[in-house]
Every structure is written in structure tokens, then in C-alpha cells.
């Protein structure tokens, strides 16, 4: 074998702390090394025409480029080397950069490790085969999981482009938090005026199945080709008969059932549409709080029903489909602020998170869109804004900024003015954070035009005095103490991740992060692909962010899978298991630890062998660890060629 | 070649591409100063690892050998990392029958976003074992260890 072996400079990134040069030189040592150099950038276009060149002049058969970590160029370079004329799989990386240059100074340490790195990839190299991919055929449907404005856009997106789309959204209704909204910053624009014709969209579209009150049950499958299973929960009301009429509503003796949709703002009915202008505008039974379920009497609504919808004996309904790519939009609710006990801690009635807030200010909301206090329902006259509630605050492990708060609680501040011309907003703030198009100003015009009274600081205390509430804080710029006396306190609650999101990433096979936000396939370069194959994402599940930018990242989500999806083939990675057959002895062991069934029994001139589906294996390498008799391999990561590598770094 | 003389030891990682192999580059990207003892071998999922591994690995000269996955439910593979457990979990408990002192073989799960978890499991491991020195053998491991030689 002829390997040229390529040190990547990466400008100062790596040569600030390691002599390339001297690398270059002890890998020229190595055993079937035949050229080894440095290189400025290895990936610009002169880097890999410069690895072309090398290629050809030294006909080389292999390459192995030390630089950042493969998970970042590893495709770069292999395409690179196919342009030589080289198979894709006759490359290894050194990460020398996240692995070595970037985590520590000592140049001595440094140079000496990164020369080891790239004796190991040598090591490697030497054993590696030209792999070629298969290609097989793919299922062109998308699944979006999750409702919200994200989901729709990426659902509508790919449904105008003539993809078929499956919708699961485990409320009754699409909408998402959008869907609660009364106005939207910057322009204060009413919400559901702008969602509401895209979620009728979303009902309308030849090409949508909306499966709604329903959820991702489990998941298997790969890119191109995943199997899923949806549960539609029993709503038990018969959709297919509901006519959403509202009757059974008007009717429910249940008055005091919790109102979900309203963010507990009044209460509402057992039988529930969530708003007038829900899609699918369906009715369903919430079981706690049913007569029929609680007590086994009632049966009103099925009695008033003009179209004998209802159904006490309804079950969960499993749905069972293929799709080729899957969006998961699953948004984020609020953290649960009572741990805050300076606040109340839920004790005090009109103290109320900034969604209840939006219900308030909504004129389809349970108090048609007149501020009430919940305690005695007067209207308010001086109003109290507390931003970063459970936001950017490490004691309670949440560090992180929710992103949307400062701007609504803005916006909030300008509609408490619009509907009540005599009230006195103020809002205690740690910073403001208005870096969108047109929101600075915005906040701006808070101030000056509606004359909300910013205070920089955070508050210590909230509570009861008489009708009113004490809300008492820190002025850090005045450097005083200040005390207003409230008749309603909104609390910006900070936002997590949607409950159960780590959930359904472990069946999406994703990750997330230590908050449950789903993890990006690369910070900058891959916003809406995940590390799994055919699996993307959109809005605030991947990272808090507001309605603008949700949009576009279900667009973006959108974009991708329809790339994947608008091909007829795929090509499988050529990186997964193949059976000696000689040396199978037929045990089965491999058949049982697959994770994704890719092994089969076949038989082999009356013999028991293990076969791999080459489509269906993943490449995990479970089989190979399992099988007693090594004679089931993962390509690319064979027990010789990792075992090579550990050779390279023994003394013995 | 080797590590460097009175600085360094051999230390071995073996980890999964998708998490810990990405949680070791999160913590370079942050610049998450680490000690340079270390060597990784990226290897698709923990579940790939074959315990004899981490024993050819140790046998040959390693002083430390340090195992990182996905977490318990979260692996790119479905349950490649349960596996990994129950076999790794055996290998520690097997180790000191060889006359390996098992602290020179740890195991543990870091996420690709965990770049600082990272730079604190590498720092703790890299302390262990130079708190432990570099390996000896006992008369078994020596045998084991010819044996090893012989079958390359
Ligand atoms: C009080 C308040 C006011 C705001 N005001 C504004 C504003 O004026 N302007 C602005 O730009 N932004 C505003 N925002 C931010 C805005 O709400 C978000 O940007 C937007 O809702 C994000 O959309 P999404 O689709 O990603 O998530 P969501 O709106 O949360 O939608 C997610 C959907 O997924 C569903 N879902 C969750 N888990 C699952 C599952 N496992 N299976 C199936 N379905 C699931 C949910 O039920 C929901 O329907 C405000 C936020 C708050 C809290
Ligand atoms: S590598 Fe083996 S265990 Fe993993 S998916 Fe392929 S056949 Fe199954
Ligand atoms: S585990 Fe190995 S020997 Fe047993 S059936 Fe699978 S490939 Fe054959």
C-alpha cells in the first residue's frame, strides 16, 4: 500500500500548538507511508487540489488527513479522494485539532500526541477495503411530529411540493403556543389571524393526513424506509361522525373541568373543543373530569348529540405506517415557576404566568378579552412584569436564556396600555434582549410611546397587602430598593423543553441535550438535521426561539427532507456487517442482539448461517462484539483494524 | 514511539461516535483545557467494543483505558450501550483474576453536548491513573501477556 499521509495546519487553529512540520516528518517513518507533508488548509479548494496532485504524482491508494475531527470533514475528504480516483473508504482522519491542539498548549505534548494519532490512522489505513454502497428504494412520505406553527410550515411546505405528509399532534387541536396567542411582536399582528388560514391549510391539503390527539407510539426502521406506529388516543367521541356542532359542549353538566387550552383561566367543560377555531374542530372527553367515567351516570352528550358521536366504550386506535424522513417540531411548554416561592409559589390568584396572560388579552379567551384579576375579577390598573422567571438562572439548573420573554413581555406591556388606557405597566428585567429585525425599536416604543417603566433588577419578594400585592425588588441602576403595588403580577415564565421530548427522542434515536432540547446535527453547519439519518428538525424543540424563526426552520426542516425524499434511490453506507461463512457456526447469537433485526438464519447447504440484510443493518457493530466465533464483522471496523490501532499506542 | 518520558502515561479511549466521540469535540471547540495522556479510538457504538479490547489494550502496555458512551436510553443504535454495560461491567470484575488492578479500566457516558462533563471525566481519569503510576505486572498478566505477543 502507498499511503500520503497530510497535516493539517488549519491556519493557527492547529499549528499554534503543533510543529505540522515536524508530524509530517515522523509520519514519513511509518510503515507503508510513502508521502507525508503539511498543509495550510487541507480543506479549502487549493488543500484538497493539493491532495489530488499528491495522489496522482506519488500514486498513493491511500490517504490519511490529520486535521479537525472527521466528524466534521470525514465527507469532505472522502469525496475529495474519489475525485482521485480513489475509493471513499481508502481514507482515515487524525482529529488533532478537538482532540489535541485545541485542549492544550504544550507544544512538546501536542506534537508528540498528534504524531501517535496519526500512526494509529495509519495503523488503520493499512487494513481498510474498498467498500462500495447499495441502493434501495424510498418511501416518499414525511411524518411531522408535532402541530405547532414549526410543524405547520414544514408540513405545508413539503405538501405543496407534492410530498404525502402524516401530522401527529398529541392535543386535540394543531396550533401550538402560537394558537394561544392573542398579538405577536414586533407588529402586533393578531396570531391566530395569521395561523388560523395555515392550520385550515394544514386540514384542507390533499396531501396531509392529520392524525390529532394522537401520539408517536414507537419507531423502527431507517432513513428512507422507517416504520412507525401512531396511537390515536380515544377521544371517544366518533371524529368521523363529530361535526363539531358544540352541542354536547353547551350541554356537559362537568362545568369545572381544568380548561388546558385556556392555561387554566376559567374553567371549562368535560366534553371539549379547545377554541372555536381548532383544527380538526372535533369534540373529545376529558376521562377525569366526566360523569359518565367518574360516576358511570351521565350520558348527556350522548343524548344531545345530533349525530350519535360519542362513544363511552371507545379504545386507543393504532395506526401503522412507512414513511422516508421524519420532522419532529415538538415545541416546548413553560418550566414549572412555583418552585419560586418569593413569588407566591401558586398560592396567590393573581399572580399568573405570561400565557394565562395571552388567554387574558384574547378576545376568543375565557374572559372575552377583558383583563380581569382572577381573585375578584376587577380590572387592573397597575400591572407588574417579572422577566426570567426560571430563565437564565443557575440555581434552579437553567442557565440558559429563553429567548422569546423580553419581547413579549413587551409586547404584553403595550396591549395592558391598548385595553386599559389608565393602567401603569412596570417590568423588572435583567437585561434586554431585542437582536431581531424591528425589535429593538419595539422595546423602545414600550418605553417612550406606552410608558411601561423599566426597572433593571430582580425581584426579591411578592406579597399580599389587602386587595393588593407588594412586589418588592432591587433597582440595580438607581441603585435603590423599589416596592410597587400591584393588582396583577404576570410572571415570564422560562421555557423547557416539551414534556416527554426525551422520550420521543430515544425512539427517534436522536439526542438531546441535558435540558431535553434536541441536538443539531452540527451547531452552525446542520441546524436542522440530526446525527440520525433522515431525521430533522424544527422550531423550539431544538432551541428556544421565537415565531420568525420557527418558521424557517420548518421551512428549512422542509427543504431537507424533501432532498432526501425527492430522490427515488438511496445509497445505503457500505459500513455495516458481513458474515465469514466459514466460520459461522449457526449460534444466533448476532440474530438476538440486532437492534434492528438485520441478521437472518439462512440456510446453507443444510447448514444454519447468519446473514446481514445489507439495507436494514445500521452498522453498530453489537453483532461483532457478540459473535464467539469473530465471524461476523463490521466493515471499516473490523477487530483488526481497531485492534491495529491499539497496537500502534502498546509497548508490548 | 510513545508517550513522553515522565509526563505522560498510556491512556486508551474508547468511544462512540455518536456521543462521546462528539462530546470530546464540544469540549474542544469550548477549548476545555485537558491533559494529553489520552488516546482515542472512535468506534461506531459502545456496543462494538469487545472487552478483549479494552484487555489487549491494558496486556499491551496501557495504563489506563478509559470506555465512553451514549447514556442509558439514549443510543444512536437503540441499546448498542446496554450491552456495552453488562460486558464491561464483567471485564472490571474479571480484571483483578488477571492481576489487573481494575481502577486502570473505568467506563462512563457523556453526550455530544456534555463537552464539559468530558473534560472533567478525562481530567479525573488521567488523575487516577497517575495517582496509580505506571502499570506493573503480576507473573499472570506476564504470561497473559507473551501469549498476546505471540498470537500477533
Ligand atoms: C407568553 C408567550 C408569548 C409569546 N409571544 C410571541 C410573539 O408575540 N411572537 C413570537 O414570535 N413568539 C412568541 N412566543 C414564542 C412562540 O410561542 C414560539 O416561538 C412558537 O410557539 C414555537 O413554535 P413551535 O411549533 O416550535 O412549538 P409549539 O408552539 O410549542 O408547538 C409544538 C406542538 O407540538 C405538540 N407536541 C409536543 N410534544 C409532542 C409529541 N410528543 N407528539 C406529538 N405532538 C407533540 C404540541 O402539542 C404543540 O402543538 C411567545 C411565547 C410565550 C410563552
Ligand atoms: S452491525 Fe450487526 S448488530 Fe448492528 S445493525 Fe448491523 S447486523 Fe445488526
Ligand atoms: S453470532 Fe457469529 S457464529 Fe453465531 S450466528 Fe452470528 S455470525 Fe454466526
Redesign the pocket.
Known sequence: MRIGVFICHCGSNIAGTVDCASVASVASTYPDVAYATDIMYACAEPGQDAIIAAIKEHRLTGVVVASCTPRMHEPTFRKTVERAGLNRYMFEMANIREHVSWIGKDMEANTNKASELVRMAVSKLRLNRELKPKSFPVTKRLLV???????IQAALDAADAGLEVLM????PT?????AK?D???PTVDC?SCILGPRMVDVAQHPNITLYAY???ESISGYVGNFDVKIRKKAAYVDWSKCTGCGLCTEKCPSKKSYDRFNEGVGPTTAIIIPFPQAIPKKASIEREYCRQFNTGKCGVCAKVCPTGAINYEMQDEFIDAKVGGIVA??????MDWTVYQEYGGGRYPDVVT??Q??RMLSASGPTGGHIKRPSDGEEPKDVVFIQCVGSRDVSIGRPYCSG??C??TA?QAILTKDHIPDSHSYVFYMDIRSPGKGYDEFTRRVQEEYQARYIRGRVSMVYPKGKKLIVRGADTLMGTQVEVEADLVVLAVG?EA????PH?AEKLRISYDSYGFFMEGHPKLRPVETNTAGVFL????QGL??????VAQGSAAAAKALALLSRDMLDSDPQIAAVNVNRCVGCRKCIEVCPFKAIQEIDLRGQPKAEVIETVCQGCGLCNATCPQGAIQLSHFTDNQLLAEVEALCRF | MSVLKEKELRVIGFLCNWCSYGGADTAGVGRFAQPTDLRIVRVPCSGRINPLFVLKALLGGADGVLVSGCHPRDCHYAEGNFYARRRLEVLKGFLPVLGIDPRRFEYTWVSASEGQRWQHVVTTFTANIHALGPASFSPEARELQILNAAAR
Open positions: 411530529v408535532g402541530g405547532g406553527v414549526a410543524g401527529v399532534e398529541k392535543q394543531i396550533g401550538g403556543k402560537m396567542l398579538k405577536t411582536f396570531s394522537s401520539e408517536v417540531a415538538t415545541g416546548y411548554d413553560l405570561s400565557l396572560y395571552e422569546f420573554c419581547m413579549y409586547k421555557a416539551a414534556k416527554g421530548a420521543l424544527a422550531g423550539a424543540c426561539k421565537d415565531i420568525p424563526s420557527s
